[in-house]
């Protein structure tokens, strides 16, 4: 049984290699954010495997856009697409096709890939409801909207949807407040489409991503005057110049460590998109990480709460 255990892994992974879509040709896939990071990857992986690729890009005219149409087929098209906007959304509908294939071809669309997304960091007291209102909007509002729009094609083909979450979605963290609102909403959202698309042979595949802030550029940099600037008499005089200096450097310390490439994002989700048999989730985290995040829903609260307090004025763990 021993020697069963030590082999299951291969196993695992030689029975998902059997399972996937050996030819990409007449599937296609819609990608949001395709602008950079793994939305930009994964369309110019899928188009080189032969998928006809609809890439939502926020700047079609940008560098990132034109990079993509460079370098890729006549297979891959760019959409205008703004996830909150219903507009843009009802605009990509419309296309039909690219080349000679398009979303009512003889397979439909096969899959939709929700990537686009925003990040930024601060500690809630420091942030304004306008803050969390432009992350629920890209992060979860603008998943649900391009769901909803384009449900009835993936499941028409039995596709699936596929969701770009974070491991923030489940931990919780200093400084993430608004973003982990919107990642655990999206898991929620997903979660309960599962569900529902289980009868009707969609599968809907989550992808849960840790530090690739260095492979994606997502995190936003700042300066701890950049902070201070923004906050006002009162809560300047509440944190002092000292508690922003420390909790800016504590953050700027975890953008100098994790993945520097994106690839084992995009193993994960092209495994998501092609594979008979997907997983439910992928966590992408090292292997360090994996052995933490596997206790922590375990520890006692007021152990978890402390990992990440800065109450003494120290970090008491970096990634």
Request: aromatic share 12%; glycine share 8%; hydrophobic share 45%.
């Amino acid at each position: 049984s021993y020697l069963y255990i030590l082999h299951m892994p291969r196993k695992l992974m030689s029975s998902c290699r059997s399972n996937h879509v050996l030819d990409g040709c007449g599937h296609a896939v819609l990608i949001t954010g395709c602008d950079s990071g793994f939305g930009h990857h994964l369309a110019r992986c899928l188009d080189q495997k032969g998928f006809v690729v609809f890439a939502g890009c926020l700047s079609p005219g940008g560098a990132g856009a034109q990079s993509l149409v460079r370098q890729s087929s006549s297979n891959l098209k760019i959409l205008k697409l703004d996830v909150t906007r219903d507009e843009d959304l009802q605009q990509a509908k419309k296309m039909k096709k690219v080349g000679s294939v398009g979303f009512y071809c003889l397979s439909g669309l096969w899959a939709v890939v929700s990537n686009a997304g925003i990040s930024d960091w601060a500690e809630i007291e420091w942030s304004t409801i306008e803050d969390f209102q432009k992350m629920v909007d890209v992060n979860l509002f603008g998943s649900i909207r391009t769901s909803i729009a384009f449900l009835p094609l993936v499941h028409a083909s039995k596709g699936r949807m596929v969701f770009v979450s974070s491991i923030f979605s489940f931990f919780y963290c200093l400084n993430m407040g608004a973003y982990s609102v919107s990642k655990r909403g999206l898991e929620a959202f997903a979660d309960c489409l599962r569900v529902e698309m289980a009868s009707f042979g969609v599968k809907v595949p989550i992808i849960q991503p840790g530090n690739f802030g260095q492979a994606t550029n997502i995190l936003k940099r700042k300066t701890a005057l950049d902070i201070w600037n923004k906050l006002d008499d009162e809560k300047k005089r509440i944190f002092g110049r000292e508690y922003i200096d420390l909790a800016n450097d504590y953050f700027t310390s975890t953008c100098r460590v994790g993945f520097k490439d994106t690839d084992p994002v995009i193993a994960a989700m092209l495994h998501a998109v092609t594979s008979a048999r997907p997983k439910h989730r992928y966590l992408l985290v090292s292997t360090m990480e994996m052995f933490f995040f596997s206790i922590f829903p375990f520890l006692p609260t007021l152990l978890a709460d402390a990992v990440f307090s800065l109450k003494d004025r120290k970090p008491k763990l970096s990634f």
